[in-house]
């Protein structure tokens, strides 16, 4: 089973990549990003992320939200998967 990730590189989104991400992946911001409680733009903002944060990947994705953990605060919610590129 794996996730499907979208990755968009360049702050201006000009180029798309699609990699599959299952979970236990790892997963890196590529932007200043919001870590959500729910997969919605609308959703309790958890932590921001700084540009280049390892995450791992928790689950399938919903939509386009990755559920991700940080290992490092065991920080977990989701991030648009627009600003996360796969690194393994």
Avoid: H, K, M
């Amino acid at each position: 089973e794996s996730t499907l990730v979208y990755v968009f590189l360049g702050r201006a989104l000009s180029t798309v990549e699609t990699a599959a991400a299952t979970e236990g992946s790892t997963v890196v911001t590529t932007a200043d990003v919001n870590l959500r409680a729910e997969p919605s733009e609308e959703a309790d903002i958890v932590a921001v992320l700084p540009e280049g944060t390892e995450l791992t990947v928790t689950g399938a994705a919903s939509g386009d939200w990755v559920p991700v953990e940080n290992p490092e605060t065991g920080d977990e919610g989701f991030v648009s998967a627009q600003y996360l590129l796969l690194t393994e």
